[in-house]
Structures are given as structure tokens and as C-alpha cells.
């Protein structure tokens, strides 16, 4: 029981990824995939000026474009519900060197260091993304919390419970 209530007080500032790659809006879509790649994380968010959180660039927009763009997709075309990487949709020098801001999801979920991790989960499913960006006063990032985040905190939370002593 305890275990379970340790795990529900835990919170983005807990859990999240605090290095934090950031894309700038005005950099070329073909900019930002190199970018993404280099930095092996498949989606980030997108920064104006000042270092605001204006949008996220991920993967799925890679394969929005894809399916869009004139003969950009280099396989089957994705289906929805399906999920492909970046690189296994389109060549970056196919890409368009037009600015991220013309492609990016400009609705980004952001979260306050403080939420919990139970609202982190409910936005992930009601949304249908697979990372939250968390940041501060001024909107600007200063983490990521993915999917991957919350099953690590889970399991860890199991580990302990495991580990403790019967009816300890």
C-alpha cells in the first residue's frame, strides 16, 4: 500500500528527462531531422526567440509530411494507429528546408514541475502522445516526460514493494 502511494506522490520534476533537446523555429525542417537524429530522441520541442515552448516536432509529423508530401514517402504510406520512426519514412534531403514552425504541432501538452503523475498519465492517453513537456513560469522547457518515464517510475515502485519484507 505504501509503495502505491509513494509512486502517486511522485511528479514531472521526479521523473523527467532533464536534458532537454530544443528545436528553434526557425530552423529547416532538414535542420531539425538532422538535429533529432544526431541527438537520438525522436521528438523535441519547438522554441521561439526567447526560448518559449511554441510547439513539438516528432516523428508523427515526419510521417504527416510524408503522406502528404509530393513522392517524400520512401514505404507504405502509415495507416492510423501505426507508428513509424522518422528515418524509416522519408530521406532528409528530401526533406523541405522550409522553417520547423510550418510543420510542427503548435497545440504542445505542457505541464507544471509539480504534476503528479497521475495527471501525466491522463494526459498521455487523452491526448495520444507519448511525451509531455514540462516547463516553468515562462513557458520554456526544462524537461520531457515520456511514457517511458512513468513505466520506469512503475516498475521501480514495484521493485521496492518486491523487495520489502512480508507484511513490512
Do not use: N
Not at 28 to 42: D, I, K, P, Y
Amino acid at each position: 500500500m505504501k509503495t502505491t502511494s509513494t509512486l502517486l506522490s511522485l511528479t514531472a520534476a521526479d521523473i523527467m528527462s532533464a536534458a532537454v533537446v530544443t528545436i528553434p523555429g526557425e530552423m529547416s525542417l532538414q535542420g531539425a531531422a538532422r538535429l533529432l537524429t544526431r541527438s537520438h530522441v525522436s521528438g523535441a520541442p519547438v522554441v521561439d526567440d526567447a526560448g518559449r515552448c511554441i510547439g513539438v516536432l516528432s516523428a508523427t509529423d515526419f510521417v504527416s509530411w510524408a503522406e502528404k508530401g509530393p513522392g517524400a514517402a520512401k514505404g507504405p504510406s502509415a495507416s492510423p494507429g501505426s507508428f513509424h520512426t522518422a528515418w524509416q519514412v522519408v530521406d532528409i534531403d528530401d526533406l523541405p528546408k522550409d522553417r520547423v514552425r510550418s510543420y510542427m504541432t503548435s497545440d504542445p501538452v505542457t505541464v507544471a514541475p509539480a504534476t503528479s503523475i497521475g495527471i501525466l498519465a491522463h494526459l498521455m492517453i487523452d491526448a495520444h502522445i507519448h511525451r509531455l513537456i514540462v516547463v516553468d513560469d515562462h513557458d520554456r522547457p526544462i524537461g520531457i516526460v515520456s511514457s517511458t518515464d512513468i513505466l520506469a517510475a512503475v516498475a521501480r515502485a514495484d521493485a521496492k514493494s518486491l523487495a520489502q519484507p512480508a507484511g513490512g
